[in-house]
């Protein structure tokens, strides 16, 4: 239903999915993703139906919220000393049952054209799970080329995003899926460098294509 509902939003938004590369499509894994727009969750879950760490305020947001919250999104309590213990416990119960979850480890959205560093903490969860991580970059184009005509930045708010969006035409995403990391060379290679090694593939394939 997730799946149906994220496709359905992004046509009645008129915005096209493009899919490069091949997504994991079953079993547990994480998707590590550079974060644009809110358009990123309904995309991905366009794919396949994603449970996804969002920011908590996110939640009272006017019927996206809800949307999100309906699709099954684990929110994060920033400012709570526990709140990566507690969002890796939700993470690890969506692994066990055979999800995908998705992360966005900047932690903000950006304009798209460049990727920030990412927080390493909660690839834990997927390395103590022995799950798969997949890397997927994200790319907005408007009216055949590379924009931040809609990217979630600066001052906006989200109904005036949402009218930026509506006002327009011929906006695509593309999402990249890059190789997968084995559950087993993650865990060879430790949260650090899995972190790093995900942000640099998504980081070149955000720049140079």
Not at 41 to 48: E, Y
Not at 108 to 113: E, H, L, Y
Not at 166 to 179: D, I
Not at 187 to 209: C, E, L, P, Y
């Amino acid at each position: 239903m997730n799946h149906r509902w994220s496709q359905a939003l992004m046509w009645l938004c008129g915005v096209r999915l493009r899919i490069v590369g091949e997504p994991v499509l079953a079993g547990a894994a994480l998707w590590v993703a550079n974060h644009v727009s809110w358009i990123d969750i309904f995309a991905l879950n366009s794919v396949r139906s994603t449970s996804f760490i969002a920011k908590s305020d996110i939640r009272r947001w006017p019927l996206i919220g809800w949307l999100v919250a309906g699709a099954g999104t684990v929110f994060i309590e920033r400012g709570q000393r526990q709140a990566v213990r507690l969002v890796g416990e939700q993470m690890k119960a969506r692994f066990e049952r055979g999800d995908v979850v998705g992360l966005f480890p900047e932690g903000t959205t950006s304009p798209g054209f460049d990727v920030m560093p990412f927080h390493s903490s909660l690839f834990d969860a997927a390395l103590r799970a022995h799950v798969d991580i997949q890397p997927v970059a994200l790319r907005f184009l408007h009216r055949g080329r590379r924009s931040d005509y809609v990217a979630f930045v600066g001052k906006q708010n989200l109904m005036q995003n949402l009218w930026c969006l509506l006002g327009t035409t011929q906006v695509v995403v593309e999402a990249e899926f890059l190789p997968a990391m084995p559950a087993g060379l993650c865990q060879q290679m430790g949260r650090s460098k899995v972190s790093s090694h995900a942000h640099h593939a998504i980081r070149d394939a955000v720049k140079f294509s």
